[in-house]
């Protein structure tokens, strides 16, 4: 396949940045989108150039690094992560401009690299759950119903790739938290710190500058793993019954 590509480059978070063209030859339909990409700085490191900086980890759709705006779409056409994104998805002779998750709390650190620490914050703020450490418990003791076991794992399959604030015109990080939130909500595991876990990372999520939903839904449309806004119900659901109960104490 031939391809141009325009690349969104950037120096540091201080430069302006700009796009710049680099034609491509010999590309596989069977390589990955971040093979590809591999191709380009091959090239680039041989005629001496600065390779494209881009952030990647597994190449297995698990760590959600793969942050890549591709022709308009986070994560480009499929529903997919960009490390599981193939050239057959493309055509000979296609433009395919690339460009970093664009959100004032993702901050670009060059080229393709934007800082997703926010969403570590977040995390650290009140996604987890206090337990005494010792032995494996046996199996089943404590029961929970399979239809409550399915979706809190559903939910936990959230791999905070940050393409739902990409998609979301107001980088609203709601479909992120309310996956964190759900999945420990409904789970025994996450009832002690319930409420003021809810409370913590909503509070954390509008310091950390993402902004409101926008209730479009492009946020699910686009996530790689299915995230449904049933999660953003329920968070909100939570959030309310924590503020209330809090202001009746
Ligand atoms: S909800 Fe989906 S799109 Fe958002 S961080 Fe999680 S996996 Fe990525
Ligand atoms: S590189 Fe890990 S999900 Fe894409």
Avoid at 179 to 188: C, H, R
Wanted: glycine letters at 8%.
């Amino acid at each position: 396949m031939k391809l141009t590509l325009k690349v969104w480059r950037q120096k540091n978070n201080k430069d302006k940045g700009g796009f710049k063209t680099y034609p491509l030859d010999g590309i596989s339909a069977d390589m990955s989108f971040l093979e590809m990409l591999d191709v380009l700085n091959e090239d680039l490191n041989e005629k001496g150039e600065d390779p494209v900086h881009f952030d990647h980890d597994c190449r297995e759709g698990i760590c959600g690094m793969c942050s890549l705006y591709i022709n308009g779409k986070p994560h480009g056409p499929k529903q997919t992560t960009t490390c599981q994104l193939h050239m057959r998805s493309f055509s000979d002779g296609d433009t395919i401009t690339i460009e970093p998750w664009r959100a004032t709390a993702f901050p670009v650190q060059k080229d393709l690299v934007v800082d997703r620490s926010a969403f570590d914050r977040i995390i650290q703020s009140g996604g987890y759950v206090s337990v005494n450490t010792g032995g494996v418990p046996d199996a089943n003791e404590i029961p929970i119903p399979k239809t409550i076991a399915d979706e809190a794992f559903d939910a936990a399959t959230c791999i905070g790739c940050g393409a739902c604030v990409a998609a979301c015109k107001n980088a609203s990080a709601m479909l992120f938290v309310s996956a964190k939130v759900s999945q420990l909500a409904m789970l025994p595991q996450g009832q002690v710190e319930r409420k003021e876990r809810v409370e913590k990372m909503v509070a954390q999520m509008d310091a950390e500058g993402f902004g409101a939903c926008t209730n479009t839904g492009a946020c699910a449309a686009e996530c790689p793993k299915g995230i449904s806004l049933t999660n953003i119900a329920r968070l909100n659901r939570e959030y309310f019954s924590a503020i209330v109960s809090s202001e009746n104490v």
